[in-house]
């Protein structure tokens, strides 16, 4: 049985090269090629078969791209529930500049789907048997799609008994947080514009998760602070994990690594601070590569043991 099912409205492919220096009209020639399966769902899923785990994916495909990120998915041994919309599938298109060592990060806009079509995904949430314990709801919404679609999931995981996983961004993680949801993972963007607050610090924004929790928006939050590192705050406790020193090549897919790392642990049974200290090395872990390239077991297993967890 599959404990886990991800939700992902608004995938992609993921399209990275690398040129020496961007500059206006000449031809950029890229030194490299690569595409990879991409939406939040679709890379929690990646993830978690990665660490030796199985996550059943769930995506709208439309035309060629469609197609070809199924196909993706399949050689990677993600299984894959879909299902058909007229327009076609989104790329987005990440570029490394050698020279400077910088990313350039272009995120297209995606189809927009129907309301038969966004309704299709919750009749196939609905229909899984039987049903994950752990259903991953992750990534933008796609034009046509309502606010308050991750609230409509919550409220098909609820009486199941599933535990919801949420990671969005503006009015969608707003409306499910107000229908309440067992876990969010925001990063510092979307947890001010959650909390309406401005913290200035790792303890004023762990507070604002605190409030959070207490108003039972969500059980668990999340809360990936970039340079401050991260934090893990529930009714119990606050766990915080300092930063691991690397070198960032890439922020593309640490969230995602995160998440992934987080959610396969506590389906395993672990205890949410080791959970926590594996997902804080899987972030960690996307970070040190360039492009689009998730984590790497080897290096989640190298860095877990660099991770250093307070209780704040």
């Not at 995938?11 to 009209?25: G, N, Q, Y």
């Not at 507070?207 to 668990?220: G, S, Y």
């Not at 790392?261 to 960690?284: E, K, M, N, P, Q």
Request: proline share 7%; net charge neutral.
């Amino acid at each position: 049985m599959t404990d886990i099912a991800t939700i992902t409205p608004n995938p992609a492919i993921d399209l990275s090269t690398a040129v020496d220096r961007i500059v206006p009209v000449a031809k950029l020639r890229g030194r490299t090629q690569r595409r990879d399966p991409g939406g939040g769902g679709i890379n929690v899923a990646r993830v978690i078969r990665r660490l030796g785990g199985d996550a059943r994916a769930i995506y709208p495909v439309g035309g060629a791209i469609g197609i070809l990120l199924r196909q993706l998915l399949d050689s990677e041994g993600v299984t894959s529930h879909t299902w058909r919309i007229a327009a076609e599938t989104r790329e987005n298109f990440f570029v490394d500049e050698i020279g400077a060592g910088k990313q350039y990060r272009f995120i297209l806009p995606g189809p927009r789907l129907g309301e038969t079509e966004w309704q299709e995904c919750l009749k196939l949430v609905a229909a899984i048997e039987p049903f994950p314990r752990f259903l991953v709801a992750s990534g933008s919404l796609p034009d046509g799609v309502p606010d308050d679609f991750y609230a409509r999931v919550a409220r098909i995981a609820k009486p199941r008994g599933a535990k919801l996983i949420l990671d969005t961004s503006g009015p969608a993680l707003a409306a499910a947080t107000a229908e309440g949801v067992d876990l969010i993972k925001p990063n510092l963007r979307e947890m001010r514009e959650l909390s309406g607050s401005e913290p200035s610090d790792a303890y004023e924004w762990e507070t604002a998760a605190r409030e959070l929790v207490e108003r039972k928006k969500a059980a668990v939050v999340a809360l990936t602070m970039g340079h401050l590192g991260a934090a893990l705050v529930t009714r119990e406790a606050i766990l915080r994990a300092p930063p691991i020193p690397i070198t960032p090549r890439s922020a593309v897919g640490a969230g995602d690594s995160f998440l992934g790392a987080l959610v396969w642990r506590l389906a395993g049974g672990a205890a949410i601070a080791d959970a926590f200290r594996l997902a804080v090395a899987a972030g960690a872990a996307a970070l040190i590569h360039p492009g689009t390239e998730l984590c790497r077991p080897d290096e989640v297993a190298r860095l877990a043991d660099q991770v250093t967890i307070e209780t704040v």
